[in-house]
């Protein structure tokens, strides 16, 4: 199932679906975006969130779980990388700002 976007759309990604698909449908006889004619993102999709999610505590646990599993040296790195990269792009910007003045 297509969702019509032009990438989809493009005549070399329609010319290797028909090579690489079978029964592959063209794109003027694809229907419009639909629920019921896309059982992936809607039926597949929400049994995976039932099994997935099965209460917000939980899924609030699982969070919590996997934060405090994480490598305390990692993070500390991660976030000290970041808080860098910003003071750099706030030193840029506020130059560029004084120039164009």
Not at 45 to 74: F, P, T
Request: net charge negative; hydrophobic share 35%.
């Amino acid at each position: 199932m297509q969702d019509s976007a032009s990438a989809h759309r493009a005549r070399e990604t329609v010319n290797i679906l028909y090579q690489e698909t079978p029964n592959f449908i063209p794109p003027d006889l694809w229907p419009p975006n639909s629920p019921d004619l896309n059982p992936v993102d809607y039926e597949i999709w929400a049994l995976m969130q039932h099994r997935v999610y099965h209460s917000v505590d939980e899924l609030k646990q699982r969070l919590i779980d996997v934060w405090c599993g994480l490598n305390s040296r990692l993070t500390t790195w991660l976030l000290t990388t970041g808080v860098e990269d910003f003071e750099r792009a706030s030193v840029l910007k506020e130059d560029t700002s004084k120039r164009v003045k």
